[in-house]
RNA sequence: GCCCUCGUAGCUCAGUCGGAUAGAGCGACCGCCUCCUAAGCGGUAGGCCACAGGUUCGAUUCCUGUCGAGGGCGCCA
């Protein structure tokens, strides 16, 4: 049982006996920023205050005699401060008893639980449309859909990562055209793709010589390989790709028209079919086919959403904020259709400017001023790309200065954190040659740790749960990335101040500290998987290769 | 004009489910390798948490407004 739960049992019977009623269904307690203050508090007193009929600093006097009379496990000291704070004092061995849970539960269990209790939960993200390489904007989407995706699966949901696929209508055609334009050697037309990649690819099509080949199939295929391959060099893997032209040869399109039709969802005017979505909160109506008898590209996606709800109980969408305008009219639609609108999530990230040469790049296939996402990939690494693009929330916009990033890739935050886990593999490595071995958890005496930085990296190890939690629940993977940093500073400032092997350090001290070495390996191990980063067991900085070392292995 | 996100140290950003003395990295300055990788550790300097009201015992955090930045407002996607 974690110590929080123990205390807050303690202090709600405590409440009860003071006859505070009605004691508060949540009792906050929280871990003070300033160390005088305790271990863990509570602002219960302030909180009942009313309730009890008592000033704040009295309920928390008679709170404090009532605890200190029968202590919960763990605390040796309850006081009480400022405005009426009813702070925990706790024995070091609450921590100890965390070291071993983390151990016990190893990289599988720790900060894995079943919150989601199996919903079963789609995330689609990226979806960009074939019409040209991804960008280094998308990399943003891609990791951070992937990593909420991981988050979603560590907490117990079911969880499906799917991409859409735009394949047909407008922007098809014009990818299209500009394609057989290059090809013919005639210029792209205005409102065409007019990227350098279109060249290139114009040029592969050609040389592979198949004068048959329908540009728009042969684009289509090119452009998703290069999705596919690009996001496979991030290490991110879609379960399903979602063609909209498959809902063309099911009838989903037509079917979905006909339940907005039945559900007074939908008027025609001046010949093309509205979509009601003021009655749902959006600016104005949207049209949904067009007066030529077209489907704008509102229509699939309104089935294909649709489609979803029948496969998934929680929709999430990761968009861009160019994309804003489109949540209300999807919540609208689904509501119409019956669906819950906040099953329907949708999460949107501030968009990425791209800094090259100390200019800002515009990311438009349209333009076609890019810079490709597998070029950045290339340049820095995919560790250090989806690191950085996993650093800040995504309710921040996010500037990637190419020059720099590739410039300082060996300063990226993310080789900070591998180093902590490559040393933890070192020492373990050194350990092992001098013939000493953890052995078995029982024999262990974590009471030997109690030096500040020890106990420093076990609180941060205690955190994760939480963190975890809170980062699914908020979709916000950053909280991980700046968990993780943490641990590792605390983890480098352990190995610096307190050895683990050496003569002078006694077998039970080296063989607990081996153990704290672990716990923080597991830590690291679950944080970075959940940002999709690896956990390399060695690293060496070029030159710095010792004797005893293959140089093969001198990039981790 | 309306909608969304943001405004925190010189720079880039955490923190904000209301809590006690607001943090990190980079940059600047000063230190630490006879010792498990110095890809490491420590110290100093640096803040009207954009501004003004409101709610509250308590606001950087919630609400309203103002200013500023980015994005959106198409029978494109």
Same mark, same amino acid.
């Given at each position: 049982?974690?110590?929080?739960?123990?205390?807050?049992?303690?202090?709600?019977?405590?409440?009860?006996?003071?006859?505070?009623?009605?004691?508060?269904?949540?009792?906050?307690?929280?871990?003070?920023?300033?160390?005088?203050?305790?271990?863990?508090?509570?602002?219960?007193? &302030?909180?009942?205050?009313?309730?009890?009929?008592?000033?704040?600093?009295?309920?928390?006097?008679?709170?404090?005699?009532?605890?200190?009379?029968?202590?919960?496990?763990?605390?040796?000291?309850?006081?009480?401060?400022?405005?009426?704070?009813?702070?925990?004092?706790?024995?070091?061995?609450?921590?100890?008893?965390?070291?071993?849970?983390?151990?016990?539960?190893?990289?599988?269990?720790?900060?894995?639980?079943?919150?989601?209790?199996?919903?079963?939960?789609?995330?689609?993200?990226?979806?960009?449309?074939?019409?040209?390489?991804?960008?280094?904007?998308?990399?943003?989407?891609?990791?951070?859909?992937?990593?909420?995706?991981?988050?979603?699966?560590?907490?117990?949901?079911?969880?499906?990562?799917?991409?859409?696929?735009?394949?047909?209508?407008?922007?098809?055609?014009?990818?299209?055209?500009?394609?057989?334009?290059?090809?013919?050697?005639?210029?792209?037309?205005?409102?065409?793709?007019?990227?350098?990649?279109?060249?290139?690819?114009?040029?592969?099509?050609?040389?592979?010589?198949?004068?048959?080949?329908?540009?728009?199939?042969?684009?289509?295929?090119?452009? &998703?390989?290069?999705?596919?391959?690009?996001?496979?060099?991030?290490?991110?893997?879609?379960?399903?790709?979602?063609?909209?032209?498959?809902?063309?040869?099911?009838?989903?399109?037509?079917?979905?028209?006909?339940?907005?039709?039945?559900?007074?969802?939908?008027?025609?005017?001046?010949?093309?079919?509205?979509?009601?979505?003021?009655?749902?909160?959006?600016?104005?109506?949207?049209?949904?086919?067009?007066?030529?008898?077209?489907?704008?590209?509102?229509?699939?996606?309104?089935?294909?959403?649709?489609?979803?709800?029948?496969?998934?109980?929680?929709?999430?969408?990761?968009?861009?904020?160019?994309?804003?305008?489109?949540?209300?009219?999807?919540?609208?639609?689904?509501?119409?259709?019956?669906?819950?609108?906040?099953?329907?999530?949708?999460?949107?990230?501030?968009?990425?400017?791209?800094?090259?040469?100390?200019?800002?790049?515009?990311?438009?296939?349209?333009?076609?001023?890019?810079?490709?996402?597998?070029?950045?990939?290339?340049?820095?690494?995919?560790?250090?790309?989806?690191?950085?693009?996993?650093?800040?929330?995504?309710?921040?916009?996010?500037?990637?200065?190419?020059?720099?990033?590739?410039?300082?890739?060996?300063?990226?935050?993310?080789?900070?954190?591998?180093?902590?886990?490559?040393?933890?593999?070192?020492?373990?490595?050194?350990?092992?040659?001098?013939?000493?071995?953890?052995?078995?958890?029982?024999?262990?005496?974590?009471?030997?740790?109690?030096?500040?930085?020890?106990?420093?990296?076990?609180?941060?190890?205690?955190?994760?749960?939480?963190?975890?939690?809170?980062?699914?629940?908020?979709?916000?993977?950053?909280?991980?990335?700046?968990?993780?940093?943490?641990?590792?500073?605390?983890?480098?400032?352990?190995?610096?101040?307190?050895?683990?092997?050496?003569?002078?350090?006694?077998?039970?001290?080296?063989?607990?500290?081996?153990?704290?070495?672990?716990?923080?390996?597991?830590? &690291?191990?679950?944080?970075?998987?959940?940002?999709?980063?690896?956990?390399?067991?060695?690293?060496?900085?070029?030159?710095?290769?010792?004797?005893?070392?293959?140089?093969?292995?001198?990039?981790?």
């Amino acid at each position: 049982m974690d110590v929080r739960d123990t205390i807050i049992d303690a202090v709600r019977i405590a409440l009860a006996d003071l006859g505070v009623d009605p004691v508060p269904a949540i009792i906050q307690l929280e871990r003070p920023a300033n160390a005088d203050h305790g271990d863990w508090s509570t602002n219960v007193a &302030l909180v009942s205050a009313k309730a009890a009929g008592l000033n704040p600093r009295t309920l928390g006097s008679q709170l404090v005699e009532r605890l200190e009379s029968a202590p919960p496990t763990h605390v040796v000291g309850v006081e009480v401060a400022g405005p009426g704070f009813v702070n925990f004092r706790l024995a070091e061995s609450w921590l100890h008893d965390v070291l071993a849970d983390v151990v016990v539960a190893g990289s599988e269990g720790w900060a894995r639980s079943d919150e989601g209790k199996g919903t079963r939960v789609i995330v689609e993200f990226v979806s960009a449309n074939p019409t040209g390489p991804l960008h280094a904007g998308h990399g943003r989407g891609a990791c951070y859909g992937d990593s909420i995706a991981r988050l979603y699966s560590r907490c117990g949901f079911d969880v499906v990562r799917e991409f859409y696929i735009n394949d047909r209508g407008l922007q098809m055609e014009n990818f299209a055209a500009s394609l057989a334009a290059r090809v013919a050697g005639q210029p792209v037309p205005e409102d065409g793709y007019h990227g350098q990649y279109i060249v290139d690819w114009a040029a592969e099509m050609i040389a592979e010589a198949d004068a048959t080949a329908d540009p728009m199939e042969w684009g289509y295929t090119k452009a &998703l390989g290069s999705h596919r391959a690009a996001l496979e060099a991030l290490s991110i893997h879609f379960d399903s790709w979602f063609s909209e032209r498959s809902m063309i040869a099911t009838g989903a399109i037509d079917d979905t028209l006909a339940a907005l039709w039945a559900a007074g969802a939908v008027y025609e005017d001046g010949g093309a079919v509205w979509l009601r979505s003021t009655d749902y909160g959006d600016d104005k109506d949207r049209v949904l086919v067009k007066s030529d008898g077209e489907p704008t590209y509102l229509m699939p996606d309104v089935a294909y959403h649709r489609d979803k709800f029948d496969r998934a109980d929680l929709l999430v969408n990761v968009l861009g904020a160019d994309h804003h305008g489109y949540v209300a009219r999807m919540h609208a639609a689904m509501a119409m259709l019956g669906h819950d609108p906040d099953k329907l999530e949708i999460a949107i990230t501030q968009l990425v400017s791209l800094h090259r040469d100390g200019c800002e790049v515009r990311l438009s296939k349209r333009t076609g001023e890019m810079v490709e996402l597998a070029e950045v990939v290339e340049d820095v690494g995919a560790d250090a790309a989806r690191f950085t693009y996993l650093l800040l929330s995504v309710d921040s916009p996010q500037t990637f200065d190419l020059d720099l990033v590739a410039s300082q890739v060996n300063e990226n935050p993310v080789f900070y954190v591998q180093y902590a886990h490559a040393r933890i593999h070192q020492v373990v490595r050194r350990a092992t040659d001098a013939g000493i071995n953890r052995g078995e958890l029982s024999d262990a005496d974590f009471s030997l740790l109690c030096h500040s930085r020890e106990l420093e990296v076990l609180r941060a190890l205690h955190e994760l749960p939480d963190v975890v939690s809170r980062a699914c629940r908020e979709r916000a993977p950053h909280q991980v990335t700046t968990w993780v940093r943490n641990l590792a500073a605390s983890f480098h400032g352990f190995y610096h101040d307190c050895r683990v092997l050496g003569e002078d350090v006694d077998q039970p001290l080296t063989i607990a500290r081996l153990w704290l070495a672990e716990g923080t390996r597991i830590g &690291l191990a679950v944080a970075l998987d959940l940002l999709g980063v690896d956990a390399p067991t060695e690293m060496w900085r070029d030159g710095l290769v010792g004797q005893e070392h293959d140089p093969v292995s001198t990039s981790y």
